[in-house]
């Protein structure tokens, strides 16, 4: 099966994460993307850690499968050439701050102007609109103006950090979302789109109960961190078995008897204070200790995964990075995958989110900073070696030979 995306062209002006990932995943769908890095360094991500020969593990997790196109942003030929891969591609991925793009005479009017069938996604941290937008946006800037890190950690504690950098992948796959969206648009009106998506707007999707409840009560209910267990739903939560601890949760109505009975304690079933979820979430403390009273009878926190399951309960061992990279689950469905690099040999990365019945993975390699120059700018522009030299020479192009170049030509 070929590629969803196969003969997409897309040009990414995109840095670390939440940009690229739209890209990277579009990358992986068959699409031909052209990674245009700023001169002389390149995307930042291409010195986060964790390196190895100077090459850097990020920026192969996020960035296989693109061709590296290195140019001077500031310059009017620079900018000339950005503007014509645009004319010549379906999709542009850009993650400036917004203006940014506008204020290099390359926004929205000017790149629909030149190619009226162009979707350009901007991927931004606060949004195109409000009085903040033009703040830089980090993960934990969503998470932070969102109200997500106020209401995760512990019961009167600090706000607490997202360890994973949720709401940059989760904006990715939202980019995604909304630049598959377009073109399937544009089939229809012949018409490329603006998409626009933000951290802060997808983190404050990220809330499951919180705002509708505090708007529902009129503000009466304010959520607040509730630490390891959930805060309106019980029991719900983190509960400790031995060393280890277990995600135990109880939605439906017909949970809360499955979970009595694994735990030994049928008759609690239907008994008063016990029988819905309101009775047992105003004493949740003494429901939760109920689970964890049990837990500390069972002898292996693997056996009480298996008593549970037996009972159809909903839990799972909380899995340490190691056990989740190699749990035969994980490993038999690619949850994690193993990927070549020329550097590295081979390297463990997420598996794809989003799968398609037959299509075969592909194998993409993360390419050296301007490595395709001479290649893109030949195919895509038509430019002859003659011009690019002279772009090189002017140090509006940058690569592995113009450096190669700079080098010789360097007086001793």
């Not at 009085?131 to 932070?144: E, F, V």
Request: aromatic share 6%; with cysteine.
């Amino acid at each position: 099966m070929s590629g969803p995306m196969d003969g997409v062209r897309v040009v990414e002006m995109a840095r670390v994460l939440a940009g690229p990932t739209v890209a990277q995943l579009m990358a992986e769908y068959g699409a031909d993307v052209i990674k245009v890095e700023p001169a002389p360094s390149g995307d930042p991500a291409r010195g986060l850690p964790y390196l190895r020969d100077g090459r850097s593990g990020y920026f192969i997790q996020a960035n296989r499968g693109k061709r590296s196109v290195c140019l001077d942003f500031r310059s009017d030929e620079g900018k000339a050439l950005i503007l014509d891969l645009a004319r010549h591609s379906d999709v542009l991925v850009e993650s400036f701050r917004p203006g940014v793009l506008a204020e290099m005479g390359l926004g929205w009017e000017v790149l629909h102007e030149v190619n009226p069938r162009l979707v350009l996604c901007s991927v931004t941290g606060l949004g195109y609109g409000g009085p903040l937008s033009h703040k830089p946006g980090y993960d934990t800037i969503g998470a932070a103006m969102s109200g997500v890190a106020h209401v995760s950690g512990p019961v009167g504690g600090p706000p607490m950090l997202p360890g994973p950098a949720m709401g940059d992948a989760a904006t990715g796959v939202y980019g995604f979302g909304g630049v598959a969206a377009a073109l399937f648009q544009r089939e229809r009106t012949g018409l490329g789109e603006w998409v626009q998506v933000s951290l802060l707007d997808t983190y404050m999707a990220f809330h499951e109960i919180n705002i509708q409840a505090y708007s529902g009560s009129r503000g009466a209910q304010v959520p607040e961190a509730s630490g390891n267990f959930h805060a309106t739903v019980c029991p719900a939560g983190f509960f400790r078995c031995r060393n280890r601890y277990l995600f135990v949760a109880c939605v439906s109505p017909g949970d809360w008897p499955r979970i009595a009975a694994a735990i030994g304690r049928p008759e609690l079933a239907r008994a008063p204070g016990y029988a819905t979820n309101d009775e047992r979430a105003a004493h949740r403390e003494e429901v939760n200790a109920l689970v964890e009273d049990w837990l500390a009878t069972v002898a292996d926190p693997e056996e009480a995964v298996r008593i549970l399951t037996e009972h159809r309960v909903a839990c799972e061992l909380i899995r340490t990075l190691p056990e989740a990279v190699t749990h035969p689950h994980n490993v038999a469905r690619r949850v994690v995958r193993e990927v070549t690099d020329e550097v590295w040999g081979s390297l463990t990365v997420p598996g794809l989110p989003i799968r398609f019945a037959g299509m075969t993975e592909r194998d993409l390699h993360a390419h050296e900073l301007g490595a395709d120059n001479r290649t893109v700018l030949r195919e895509i522009l038509d430019l002859d070696d003659e011009r690019i030299d002279e772009l090189e020479k002017a140090h509006v192009l940058q690569g592995p030979a113009s450096r190669t170049r700079d080098l010789i030509e360097e007086p001793s």
